[in-house]
Each structure stands twice: as C-alpha cells, then as structure tokens.
C-alpha cells in the first residue's frame, strides 16, 4: 500500500517532492501605484489557504505565487479578489 502524505509549509520537501505539489506562477500588477499597497497584497495572499509562498515586487510590478496544483484555479480567484480589494485600479495579468 502507497501512503501520500503531505506535510505543512514549514516542513522542507525534497525537490522531487516539491515539484510533484506545487506550482510557480508569475502575474504582472498593472497600475501599481504605492509600495504599501504591494505589501499589503503580498501579506494578504500569503494567507490564502494552498498558498506555498508569495511575493510581490513593487519595483518590477510583478506578483510571484507558489500554489498548490490540485487547488490552482480555487487560488487563483482568491488572489484576485484580495488584490481588487486592497488596490482596486490594479490590473492582474497572467
């Protein structure tokens, strides 16, 4: 019998095992307009459910997301919607 396990964020997964979960996303911020806000968003997606890790670059206009593959487009929307309440003039772009 095969037993899958996964483990919590904090725990190190092997690349193999990294590579099998999660996925890398990079968006690009329209319209951007202050730091804090980049922040705020950065902070606010970290805490959406199936988020591995995020970052945002208020310098590059960029949003970099790590999501677990199973539960992508559920996540996706989230980001979405969270980015649109903290800077609603942003536009988001895959």
């Known amino acids: 019998m ?3 396990k996964l483990r919590a964020k904090n725990d190190l997964f092997s690349s193999k ?3 099998a979960f999660i996925m890398t996303k990079q968006l ?3 319209g951007l307009d202050c730091a804090n806000c980049a922040a705020k968003m950065e902070r606010a997606v970290q805490k959406i459910d199936g988020v591995e890790n995020a970052t ?4 590059t206009q960029r949003m970099t997301i790590e999501v677990q593959k199973d539960k992508q487009e559920e996540i996706f929307q989230k980001v979405l919607a969270v980015c649109k309440k903290i800077e609603p003039d942003c536009e988001i772009q895959a």
């Open 17 to 19: 095992e990294r590579l």
């Open 28 to 30: 690009r911020l329209k």
């Open 2 to 4: 095969i037993v899958c």
């Open 56 to 59: 945002v670059s208020f310098l």
